[in-house]
């Protein structure tokens, strides 16, 4: 692992270009505060909000993460996770991460901030779920912080009806960013890239017979311009998307297939297990 205290420093060195300081939540008042906003972000009632306050003081109090993202007296994103165990590697499992949307780089300082706490404490990686149809989570999650998507998970949380996921099934992907390889320090890709004879996938997509030949190292998977508005505007067209990433992508991963990278205009670039 590099060293915590780059790690650290280079925490700050996000939280100062946004503008912002990121604070553990160490008072009633502080998560309180978290709830709100994290409602607020998620277009939800404040007591169906997706950080609850007596579970974030318990997970406080027993030595979990939770922080917020504060401009003076303002609280513009927040955040909160717990430790886990996953294939025998000590983790932190970032249950919920959000900042309002026009607060930029402020989820990014939210994400340095939890590796930095997560390597003080010698944890092996950060884990977390997000749903594979939301473009720009994916964007963010791989080419930004260059982490790893290495499972999918049908109907995880059930139906939230949330502003995020309206009634669609809330499938999910698991995302690994591992704080003990050179990869998990990197804070941006220089390049994107994508193998020849590789398989497009969508919805109103056919999947390319001659692909893998001559030894392609990956395949393609497209997603949606904006999966949100399709959900509002056309859900059976939001169900079609999803129905083809349980049958495509879904058994993929479940091969031992892995997903490092989105391509500039918009495809996972799956690669094949060894």
């Known amino acids: 692992m590099s060293d915590p205290r780059e790690f650290e420093q280079l925490a700050e060195a996000a939280a100062d270009r946004a503008g912002i300081r990121i604070r553990l939540s160490e ?10 906003i994290l409602a607020s972000i998620w277009a939800t009632p404040p007591d169906r909000s997706p950080g609850e306050v007596s579970t974030l003081v ?11 993202a504060w401009r003076g007296s303002e609280i513009l994103g927040a955040s909160f996770g717990f430790v886990s165990l996953r294939a025998g590697r000590l983790g932190l499992h970032s249950h919920v991460t959000g900042a309002v949307e026009a607060s ?3 989820g990014t300082a939210l994400k340095f901030h939890q590796r930095a706490w997560a390597a003080a404490k010698d944890l092996d990686e950060i884990t977390w779920t997000f749903d594979p149809l939301i473009r720009r989570n994916a964007h963010f999650n791989l080419n930004v912080l260059n982490a790893r998507i290495v499972s999918y998970h049908e109907n995880l949380y059930g139906a939230l009806e949330d502003g995020f996921n309206g009634r669609d099934e809330t499938d999910r992907c698991t995302v690994v960013w591992d704080l003990r390889s050179s990869s998990g320090m990197r804070a941006v890709r220089s390049g994107w890239g994508f193998p020849d004879d590789s398989i497009l996938v969508g919805h109103d997509r056919a999947v390319r017979d001659d692909a893998g030949r001559n030894g392609s190292p990956g395949r393609l998977v497209a997603l949606p311009d904006d999966i949100l508005r399709i959900r509002t505007e056309a859900p059976s067209e939001a169900t079609a998307w999803r129905s083809v990433y349980r049958r495509v992508l879904g058994p993929m991963l479940a091969a031992g297939d892995g997903i490092g990278e989105l391509t500039s205009d918009g495809f996972y670039v799956v690669d094949r297990a060894r």
């Open 27 to 36: 008072s009633l008042a502080d998560v309180v505060a978290v709830s709100e």
């Open 58 to 68: 318990a997970l406080r109090h027993a030595g979990g993460y939770v922080a917020g």
């Open 104 to 106: 930029r780089g402020v």
